[in-house]
């Protein structure tokens, strides 16, 4: 059976069948095959873990509107089989037909953008991106937009000022005539559907959720994927890749929403963008940790279900999803059932995803009127990177001011994402007061024994966490917005 | 205008190639180094057969299959190319592979046995100290009577300071490309700051002569440093598997790889004691400077050394002793980094003038200004160079101005008093920056200028492109000096076959001596042009005889300036050239004069020049998270006359950010066995964009041309770096503010989140 994948690379059409190439596996990440190509050295690798951006290309693909959609990725992370039926745009593909710099490019030369230019085409892609997307992005959109690209030499000035030019340029656009043949042609590649076995790993690409749940129920050694962005690093960084993929990113069910009466109903391969643009008016909180979740390539293929799935104890939307009451919808052959996240995430990256399992997606309550609400990331960096500690805070007061109902959530306490029960017991009943929240604070002790590792040290930690229970008292006492 | 165009247009359209970007050349392989899981071990027993036996595998080598000299050290023979009897490091190079592609050297690398029997490692500056574990003697330099004064000073303070290690993070990795010829030639493209030491060590590894090595640099993807001497590594391990195959290989060390193998700034352990009069004036200061320089020398000692000058930073200190020591530790030998040893030094003397003013209660600005080098006697430093005007007072001043340094501070004041959880913080920090290497017979530059028949220039020299924008200001040098546009002049890749023994691209020289060398080869030939252009005029326009002293290059043609209308366009003037047998190429050389260091006494002029600039940073702190970010920073740098500000902003503004990550997220840490545990992006943090102050405002103090350089203008790479430690006072005054700015807080380098924290828990009342 053929594995075949096709897809515009710049504007050529390029079908790769896996099967008949003893060149290219699927687990090859894009930027692995980019730089096997003689004329696309110009996407570079600098970390090959997603972290500094050299790697980044756009995607551009239809969106609901029916209009091209442009995302930068970190092509270091993505498998290759992700670029079906999307059109994959390089460094080299920015200048017009006629020669000319694009006005992205113009700009970085006239605010010197680069000096080693290691960093640049990289950088380049991501203003594109933000060129095409948002081309009214304010100072702050800017800086956020290019946290995923590391540069050592400008001290990203120059490229800030790069940036603000070539957006007050974007105008009537010579692409544009160019798009609806792209679009064209892509909406004329059929979605492809394969199982593909080579000398050591399997990779199954399923278009339907009922495929997939048939894959997995056939094998259920398989290890379903959205993103790639954890997967990738156990591939490419470990070398330690499991048994086989399950990629499930191209079920267009999976990377839907809907919203019920009482909840919000999230697609686990939603990508944390997209989830965060959903959110943003319904659940405050989520939404402000999705901001400091990655950078920008990653939060446009990392999914809901991806982080769930892990189970990390430092993943951040965990402890905001459960702030809010979520629930994981899971399914399989046998059916489907769905679990409190809670109760799902049982220990140190361990779920109760049963075998033959695939998380379909998070049911998001809405929140109570009233609730107090506030998710906290602290890290050495702000921006992309992991949590040292992460939490996310509920309240529900009582009409004369006592707390009838308090969740307390912490990340990188424990060995996985949970509710500090010692101190939420400690605030029941108690009116919203410093005293009650360092009362809470004090039963953190209790709670929790964090360790020390790289990213901090327990007492750190210790000291950090009963400080956020501080901090969501000062963000929340009466006369601040609830 | 931008004169950085011509390189930013390959960078931005991604035509610009790396060495790993290089079209591959047929049959090329793959290598992967072996390195010591431990820190410090005897090597028992290895074999090697399963690995070199797998398919695919075209050699593995260890020590014993080198055919030169098993040796890289760049200064001191004391660093193997590959481990013998015992590893010395985690992450030191053990055995090479070269085979079809990575995958199979990875399988190669899993078939090696090797049995390690662990030994006791020196992994901190204290066990060092208690071992006595020394790379080389003590030294000490100092000036009047340092003991003495510290007992008569009014005020005395003392205390310890820790600066931590950063990893260069150059965004392109080690990486070299050989690809052997004829006999024994081989061609080394690497990205090498010191293109002439990589040829010299890569011809000791393989036993042969430098003039059968020849080394070649497109670019750089970021040195900083980091590519100064160990760039040379990867360059002799990819020689050493080219010429074990008879093929062209290629080494590219990961992200993890580099950062695991290579070493980093040293970190520093200073202990200082300082005496000082009521009205703030320092009288005495005493440093204990102790380096970890990691298993071998590389270039600690040079290190050290700045850093010894550099302990004054832009105070005149009139009694002064350091004393310093460098520690042998089982880590990779640190190395080279941006300041080089400077930002240890200063952070220290700050460290000391922020306390004073804390200990008087005075503004630390007026301590600083007060302490200034000013006009004789106060303008010698106490290694006997003379500070020549310096403009410390002026900048100080001018910045404090236009940064609203006076009004902020008491809205920081003001801010303090009204906020429980949160503090501000402001400083204004000095920089002055000595230019030169102090191993004086390094400043010298080669040359080598040639033009063509159509009137089209090629510019050889010694420095390497990496982003510093020298290839940019050379070619501006070359196309004022012969009065033609930019374009007509082409600046070559870095070759040792066009230009021999050269220094490396480091000290912020580049382009101070390489410049000067083109400048010289230029005057070469423009004089033999000079001499032969009476003659072509005479034949074209008749009348008297131009003479030689008369002719200008200007506006792209060669003209008699006593003569109008006596011109020739530069390019027809250069096919007259060639037919009248006038060579057309010439070499230029440049040594920097005026300078003199005796190393032995600690006492001369080191350096050809200073280099000023300041910074003012303001932070915002979260004391509940210990989360500290920068509100606005204000930079005024005196740079001579610049040749090209675009290019120096950016290297001022780049230099700083990462002098902030220095000061704040790069913590570099080990694990007990000497593993390095921040060995990606992952854990280790530089800065991102997220880190640059909303408000960032760099002013280029303008018009003050430098005696004796190209052009008057000034080297830039470094200073800017150690700016960044504003920023590391500013979290240092928010700490402090929480207690009133009357204790002395406990203060490190990195400020990390954890150690603000500590830091304000140890300040708390009650105690
Ligand atoms: C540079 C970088 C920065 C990062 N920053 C953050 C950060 O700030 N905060 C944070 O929390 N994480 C971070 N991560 C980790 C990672 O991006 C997140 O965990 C992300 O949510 C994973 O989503 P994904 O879709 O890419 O997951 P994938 O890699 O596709 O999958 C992750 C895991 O979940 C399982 N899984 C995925 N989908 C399903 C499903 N439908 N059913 C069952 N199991 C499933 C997979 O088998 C796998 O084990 C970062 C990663 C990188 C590389
Ligand atoms: S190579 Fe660094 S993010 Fe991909
Ligand atoms: S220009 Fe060198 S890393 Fe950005």
Not at chain 2, 447 to 454: E, F, H, Q, R, T
């Amino acid at each position: 059976m053929p594995s075949t994948i096709s897809f515009l690379l710049g504007r050529k059409p390029v079908t790769i069948d896996f099967c008949g190439s003893a060149a290219w596996s699927p687990a090859w990440t894009l930027l692995q095959y980019l730089r096997s190509l003689p004329d696309r050295k110009g996407t570079k690798e600098g970390c090959g873990q997603g972290d500094c951006g050299a790697c980044t290309v756009v995607l551009a693909e239809p969106d609901r509107e029916g209009r091209l959609k442009y995302s930068a990725v970190n092509s270091c992370l993505l498998f290759l089989p992700m670029v079906h039926g999307r059109q994959v745009l390089t460094v080299e593909d920015l200048k017009f037909p006629d020669g000319s710099l694009h006005p992205v490019q113009q700009a970085m030369i006239d605010h010197y953008g680069s000096q080693c230019g290691f960093c640049t085409p990289g950088v380049v892609m991501t203003l594109f991106a933000l060129f095409k997307q948002k081309p009214h992005a304010s100072a702050a959109e800017i800086r956020s937009a290019l946290a995923g690209n590391l540069c050592r030499c400008t001290g990203y000035q120059p490229i800030f000022r790069a940036a603000q030019q070539c957006l007050a340029l974007s105008g009537p656009e010579r692409e544009s005539s160019e798009e609806g043949s792209t679009l064209a042609e892509l909406n004329s590649i059929p979605p492809a559907e394969w199982e593909w076995t080579g000398k050591s790993e399997i990779y199954c690409r399923p278009k339907s959720l009922e495929q997939a749940l048939e894959m997995i129920g056939r094998n259920p050694t398989l290890s379903p994927v959205h993103g790639a962005t954890d997967l990738s690093l156990q591939v490419h960084l470990k070398h330690n890749p499991p048994p086989g993929i399950l990629d499930l990113s191209a079920i267009p069910e999976l990377r839907a929403s809907r919203q019920e009466k009482e909840e919000l109903i999230l697609g686990s391969g939603m990508s944390l963008s997209d989830v965060a643009g959903h959110v943003r008016r319904t659940h405050p909180a989520l939404e402000e940790m999705l901001q400091r979740f990655g950078s920008a390539q990653i939060r446009n293929v990392a999914t809901l279900g991806g982080n769930v799935g892990t189970a990390s104890p430092i993943g951040d939307a965990l402890p905001a999803l459960m702030a809010y009451g979520a629930a994981v919808e899971l399914k399989s052959l046998a059916g489907s059932r769905t679990v409190p996240l809670s109760d799902f995430i049982l220990g140190y990256r361990r779920t109760g995803i049963a075998p033959g399992e695939i998380i379909a997606a998070v049911r998001l309550p809405f929140p109570p009127p009233g609730a107090r609400i506030r998710a906290y990331k602290v890290s050495r960096r702000h921006d992309v990177d992991i949590s040292t500690v992460n939490g996310a805070f509920r309240l529900q007061l009582d009409s004369d001011g006592r707390i009838r109902e308090a969740r307390l959530v912490f990340g990188g306490m424990s060995p996985f994402t949970r509710r500090a029960a010692g101190a939420e017991q400690a605030l029941l009943g108690k009116e919203w007061s410093r005293a009650a929240a360092e009362e809470a604070a004090a039963r953190l002790q209790e709670d929790f024994q964090p360790i020390s590792d790289v990213r901090g040290s327990a007492g750190f930690r210790r000291q950090v966490a009963a400080n956020l229970l501080l901090k969501f008292w000062s963000d929340t006492r009466s006369g601040q917005a609830p | 205008m931008n004169l950085s165009a011509e390189n930013a247009l390959y960078y931005v359209t991604g035509e610009a190639a790396f060495v790993d970007d290089m079209p591959e050349p047929s049959r090329l392989l793959h290598g992967l180094v072996v390195t010591s899981a431990e820190a410090h071990a005897r090597i028992r027993s290895f074999d090697l057969e399963a690995a070199r036996r797998l398919p695919g595998v075209a050699a593995v080598l260890s020590s014993r299959d080198i055919p030169g000299h098993n040796q890289m050290g760049p200064v001191i023979r004391d660093e193997l190319c590959l481990a013998e009897q015992e590893v010395t490091f985690a992450g030191q190079a053990v055995f090479l592979i070269a085979a079809e592609t990575m995958e199979l050297c990875r399988q190669a690398a899993a078939e090696i046995r090797v049995e390690y029997e662990p030994l006791p490692a020196i992994l901190s500056l204290e066990q060092a100290m208690e071992a006595q574990s020394l790379l080389g003697p003590p030294r000490t330099m100092c000036r009047g009577d340092a003991e003495a004064g510290l007992r008569a000073a009014a005020h005395r303070i003392s205390g310890t300071l820790r600066t931590g290690a950063q990893e260069h993070w150059y965004l392109e990795t080690q990486v070299c490309l050989c690809v052997p010829g004829e006999g024994r030639e081989m061609t080394v493209y690497s990205s090498t700051q010191h293109p002439s030491e990589t040829q010299a060590l890569a011809a000791g590894v393989l036993g042969i002569s430098r003039n059968e090595v020849a080394v070649e640099v497109k670019r750089l993807g970021g040195g900083f440093g980091g590519k100064e001497t160990q760039a040379n590594h990867t360059a002799c391990w990819t020689a050493l598997l080219s010429r074990a195959t008879g093929r062209p290989v290629k080494i590219r060390l990961n992200r993890d790889q580099d950062m695991i193998m290579t070493g980093k700034r040293h970190r520093f352990r200073i202990g200082y004691s300082a005496g000082f009069d009521s009205d703030g004036l320092l009288q005495a200061v005493r440093f204990d400077f102790h380096s970890d320089g990691g298993a071998a020398s590389d270039l600690s000692f040079a290190i050290m050394e700045r850093a010894m000058l550099h302990a004054d930073n832009a105070y005149f200190v009139p009694n002064m002793e350091i004393r310093a020591s460098v520690w042998k530790t089982n880590l990779p030998s640190n190395t080279a980094m941006r300041g080089f040893g400077g930002p240890q030094a200063m952070a220290a003397i700050e460290t000391i003038l922020d306390r004073i003013a804390r200990h008087l209660g005075k503004d630390p600005l007026e301590v600083r200004k007060r302490n200034f080098y000013r006009h004789a006697p106060g303008n010698v430093t106490h290694y006997g160079q003379t500070v020549v005007e310096p403009p410390l007072s002026e900048m100080a001043d001018r910045l404090a101005a236009s940064s609203d340094y006076h009004t902020r501070r008491r809205a920081a004041a003001d801010f303090n008093a009204c906020h429980e959880f949160f503090r501000k913080g402001i400083a204004l920090t000095p920089v002055k920056f000595g230019i030169s290497f102090t191993t004086t017979f390094l400043n010298q530059a080669g040359a080598l200028v040639l033009i063509y028949a159509d009137g089209t220039v090629a510019v050889n020299h010694g420095g390497t492109e990496m982003g510093q924008g020298l290839n940019a200001k050379i070619q501006a040098i070359a196309a004022a000096g012969f009065g033609l546009p930019a374009g007509q002049i082409k600046v070559n890749a870095t070759s040792t076959s066009r230009v021999p023994n050269t220094s490396p691209t480091a000290a912020s020289s580049g382009s101070d001596l390489n410049g000067m060398a083109v400048r010289n080869a230029i005057e070469t030939l423009k004089q033999r042009i000079a001499e032969a252009m009476p003659a072509v005029f005479a034949d074209r326009f008749g009348g008297e005889k131009s003479s030689a002293e008369d002719i200008v290059f200007e506006g792209g043609c060669i003209q008699d300036r006593r003569r109008p209308g006596c011109s020739v366009p530069f390019s027809e003037a250069m096919r007259e050239m060639n037919l009248r047998q006038v060579s057309l190429a010439a070499s230029g050389f440049y040594r920097t004069p005026d300078i003199g260091w005796d190393k032995a006494r600690g006492w001369g002029k080191p350096f050809h020049y200073y280099v000023y600039t300041m910074a003012v940073s303001e932070v915002l702190l979260d004391l509940l998270t210990g989360e500290a970010r920068l509100l606005r920073v204000d930079i005024l740098h005196e740079g001579g006359r610049s040749i090209e500000p675009g290019i120096d902003r950016g290297q001022i503004e780049g230099g700083f950010l990462q002098g902030v990550g220095w000061c704040t997220t790069e913590e570099i840490k080990w694990d007990e066995g000497g593993r390095l545990l921040t060995h990606s992006p992952d854990t280790y943090k530089i800065p991102t964009s997220g880190d640059v102050p909303p408000v960032f405002h760099v002013e280029l103090l303008e018009g003050r041309p430098n005696p004796g350089t190209v052009h008057g203008s000034k080297a830039i790479g470094e200073p800017p770096f150690m700016l960044g430690l504003s920023a590391w006072l500013a979290i240092k005054d928010a700490i402090s503010a929480t207690a009133g700015h009357r204790e002395e807080p406990d203060f490190d380098l990195p400020a990390t989140g954890e150690a603000i924290l500590l830091s304000l828990q140890r300040l708390k009342p009650g105690r």
